[in-house]
Nanobody, 125 residues
């Protein structure tokens, strides 16, 4: 059974930092892109960041570019999201996701085949 388990969420003041982790089990994702999405209350799920299979290419939403960094450790089957300079508008449930298609990076949530249950990030002003 494939599982993606996020951790690292919590409450932080504006300007602070958090590091999210997503540990995969049940299969290896070393040939698959990994993606972070988020969903704020009353809003649609949106793309945050993605990383290709090797970690050599990364992609970010304009709203987080320069503040968030996605990385991965294929030996640990884990992807990370370092979030700095957090803003109240970053408050959301953050989800880790992956596609079963190898080597291709998608930013559309409908293209994801595997999802974690999410971790809540709350940024207070």
């Amino acid at each position: 059974q494939v599982q993606l388990v996020e951790s690292g969420g919590g409450m932080v003041q504006a300007g602070g930092s958090l590091r999210l982790s997503c540990a995969a089990s049940g299969r290896t994702f070393s040939s698959n892109a990994m993606t972070w999405f988020r969903q704020a209350p009353g809003k649609e799920r949106e793309f945050v960041a993605a990383i290709n299979w090797s970690g050599g290419r990364t992609y970010y939403a304009d709203s987080v570019k320069g503040r968030f960094t996605i990385s991965r450790d294929n030996a640990k089957n884990t992807v990370y999201l370092q979030m700095n300079s957090l803003k109240p508008e970053d408050t959301a449930v953050y989800y880790c996701a992956a596609t079963a298609t190898q080597y291709i990076v998608f930013q559309d949530p409908v293209r994801m085949d595997y999802w974690g249950k999410g971790t809540l990030v709350t940024v207070s002003s």
